[in-house]
C-alpha cells in the first residue's frame, strides 16, 4: 500500500512540475505578432540599453524601463539593442524577441 502511494505522489508530483513549467510558456500567435510588427514600424522607438540584463526569454525588466502599449494586445513591447522585446506587464517578464 505505501508503494502505491508513493508511486502515486511521485506521480502527481512530476505531473504538477510539468503543467508549471508549460504555464510559464507563453505562445504569441503569428496574428498578433504581426499587429506587434506592425504598430512598432508606425510608432517608432529610440532603442535603450539596459546594463546587466541579458535579453533572454524569461528576463525581467527593472521598473525603470519604460513599457509601451500595442492596441488590442495584452503585451507591452521596448526596444533594446535595435530589438523589439515583447514584455508581460504584470510580470515584466520578456515573453518575444522580435529581430
Do not use: C, W
Amino acid at each position: 500500500m505505501r508503494m502505491h502511494l508513493s508511486t502515486a505522489a511521485a506521480g502527481f508530483l512530476l505531473l504538477a512540475g510539468i503543467g508549471a513549467a508549460a504555464a510559464q510558456d507563453v505562445v504569441i500567435e503569428p496574428q498578433q505578432e504581426t499587429v506587434i510588427k506592425e504598430y512598432v514600424k508606425k510608432q517608432p522607438l529610440a532603442s535603450v540599453k539596459i546594463p546587466g540584463v541579458e535579453l533572454n526569454i524569461g528576463s525581467t525588466l527593472p521598473d525603470t524601463v519604460e513599457l509601451h502599449e500595442v492596441p488590442s494586445v495584452k503585451y507591452r513591447y521596448v526596444i533594446v539593442d535595435n530589438r523589439t522585446v515583447v514584455v508581460d506587464p504584470g510580470t515584466r517578464k520578456i515573453v518575444k524577441i522580435i529581430e
